[in-house]
Nanobody, 123 residues
Framework: QVQLVESGGGLVHAGGSLRLSCVASGVSVNVNHVRGWFRQAPGKEREFVSTMTGGGANTAYADSVKGRFTISRDNAKRTVYLQMNSLEPEDTAVYYC???????????????WGQGTQVTVSS
């Protein structure tokens, strides 16, 4: 059974930083999988944040996080990270990691999802 487990969320003041991690278990998610991050704020739809191809050659970011967030991965650890700097109250959301086989920003491309981790940014 595939599992994606996020960690690293928490409460931080505006301007602060957090690093989210997402570990994959199970044989279905491998180093070739695209790994992405999405988020959902209260009362809003889930939105794309960032994604990366298996080898790391291609990445994409939402305009709202460009220059502040960085996605990376360690395939040996089957882990993808999201370094979040200069956090703003508008970044408050539940952050989900996802895995799929097609590179893109549409959530429907991702077959596997984690349970989410809460990020709260206070002003």
């Amino acid at each position: 059974q595939v599992q994606l487990v996020e960690s690293g969320g928490g409460l931080v003041h505006a301007g602060g930083s957090l690093r989210l991690s997402c570990v994959a278990s199970g044989v279905s998610v491998n180093v070739n999988h695209v790994r992405g991050w999405f988020r959902q704020a209260p009362g809003k739809e889930r939105e794309f944040v960032s994604t990366m191809t298996g080898g790391g050659a291609n990445t994409a970011y939402a305009d709202s996080v460009k220059g502040r967030f960085t996605i990376s991965r360690d395939n040996a650890k089957r882990t993808v990270y999201l370094q979040m700097n200069s956090l703003e109250p508008e970044d408050t959301a539940v952050y989900y990691c996802a895995a799929g086989t097609i590179f893109g920003i549409d959530s429907s491309l991702y077959k596997y999802w984690g349970q989410g981790t809460q990020v709260t940014v206070s002003s």
